[in-house]
């Protein structure tokens, strides 16, 4: 069985057929090519080959793609739950995903040696970075979060991502929000993409404390209270 080498999720990805419009992203962007059409053109799961790494579901730009146990409900969920300063506390509420093969780890053993980062900030780990949908980033923003940073694996020449290029195609959908963040009124670098390595114990929280910083520096979120 592909269980997921962390969650341990057997479940497959479903589909609500009725949402789906038949725009094929999560068959062009699987990493293991385990989404093939049938007869309808509606994406067909080859279950030998999933890995369970939810690329597909951060595609869908319809939401309808959703595992047992992780779908865009259930992080949006989390980002909700978390409780965000009103405008008048002058504390900042900084939201990280990251992913949990190498960044949450490394998060997890940097807390264990005892290294401090920014007590605003709030972390939910996410499978890949692949699996990010950018509505978990436009609701973050618009219930009044400062500002999302994203952990993912290294691309390029150093490629490390468990799931072949599930980090990459995260970066690239989120060169795109900075349209939204535009349209938002907000400044671009509230939003930041960040590459870990899970060695990188001693130098993450330097940088997540140096973002912080950098949110600190802008004015409140105007969504705060909505």
């Not at 940097?110 to 972390?123: G, I, K, L, S």
Request: proline letters at 6%; glycine letters at 8%.
């Amino acid at each position: 069985k592909a269980a997921h080498p962390r969650a341990g999720d057997l479940s497959f990805p479903t589909v609500r057929l009725e949402g789906c419009t038949q725009c094929k992203r999560c068959t062009v962007e699987c990493p293991f090519g385990a989404i093939d059409e049938d007869e309808k053109r509606f994406p067909l799961f080859n279950e030998s080959r999933c890995r369970r790494c939810g690329t597909c579901m951060g595609a869908c730009p319809v939401r309808v793609i959703s595992f047992e146990n992780y779908s865009v409900n259930t992080v949006g969920s989390q980002i909700k739950a978390v409780e965000v300063p009103d405008e008048f506390s002058e504390k900042p509420r900084i939201l990280i995903l990251a992913c949990e093969n190498d960044a949450y780890p490394a998060l997890d053993m940097a807390a264990m040696n005892r290294h401090e980062y920014d007590p605003f900030v709030r972390v939910i780990p996410i499978r890949c970075l692949g699996s990010v949908n950018t509505i978990w980033i436009t609701d973050a923003l618009n219930g009044g979060y400062d500002g999302v940073m994203l952990m993912g694996c290294k691309h390029g020449e150093e490629y490390q991502c468990h799931f072949v290029k599930g980090s990459e195609l995260g970066r690239y959908r989120l060169s795109k929000v900075g349209d939204t963040l535009k349209g938002m009124n907000l400044e671009t670098e509230r939003v930041m993409d960040l590459e870990v390595a899970i060695s990188d114990i001693a130098t993450l929280p330097q940088k997540i404390n140096d973002y912080a910083a950098l949110i600190k520096s802008f004015p409140p979120s105007p969504f705060k209270g909505f």
